[in-house]
């Protein structure tokens, strides 16, 4: 699918402000500070401003709503797992996070993992808390630019000591050279034709 309109709707902390949902379909980005929610959701609008990023991480501290195509929409979460930051800042964006997650939005998760890592125990946390409140998610492994196709495969190799799955069952992207773009797009317009 191609996306030919991509708007920045509003920011919120609490479900009463989230933009109506008219029976709208969601995909939410999760995933570590820093992993790339933002940027990939830039790289999939062909929008290099439209969600904020940074370098430091917890850049983004609110939910974002994007409508895409006047269509679904793309929604930008506050990152976990960054140990600089106090600890009641930490509390709150875990909270506006879970809000969303527990919200009864329709929706479909994406994780991002970043390929270089082995998945932490709070990227393995919030898959077992996805699948605890049956919220549908799929995996996505950002940063793909950083690895050659050997140290990827090597790397798949070890990150599959800690999560399990088939290499068929998740994405792979980089915003960097836009590698993976299509894949993800082609999947968000199976899963809103309902495949
Ligand atoms: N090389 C490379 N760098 C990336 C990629 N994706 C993101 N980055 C960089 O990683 C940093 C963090 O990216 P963001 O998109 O802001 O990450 P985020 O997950 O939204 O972070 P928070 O909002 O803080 O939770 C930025 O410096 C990006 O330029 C990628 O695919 N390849
Ligand atoms: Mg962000």
Not at 103 to 120: A, G, M
Not at 160 to 183: C, I, P, R, W
């Amino acid at each position: 699918m191609d996306i030919k309109q991509a708007d920045f709707v509003k920011s919120a902390v609490n479900e009463k402000d989230y933009p109506e949902a008219l029976n709208k379909m969601e995909f939410a980005f999760v995933g570590r500070s820093n992993v790339g929610k933002s940027s990939l959701i830039n790289s999939l609008t062909g929008r290099k401003k439209l969600a904020k990023t940074s370098k430091t991480p917890g850049r983004t501290q609110l939910v974002n709503f994007f409508l895409i195509n006047n269509e679904f929409n793309f929604v930008d979460l506050p990152g976990y797992g960054f140990a600089k930051v106090p600890m009641a800042v930490k509390e709150s964006w875990g909270k506006t996070m879970e809000n969303y997650l527990k919200s009864e939005r329709k929706k479909l998760v994406f994780v991002l993992l970043d390929i270089r890592r082995v998945p932490s125990g709070e990227d393995i946390e919030m898959l077992e808390w996805l699948t605890h409140y049956e919220v549908d998610y799929f995996i996505i492994f950002t940063k793909c630019d950083k690895l050659s196709n050997n140290e990827k495969f090597k790397q798949l190799k070890e990150i599959k000591k800690k999560l399990e799955f088939s290499n068929d069952d998740v994405l792979f992207h980089s915003s960097l050279t836009n590698a993976g773009k299509k894949e993800i797009l082609d999947f968000v317009g199976e899963m809103l034709e309902g495949k």
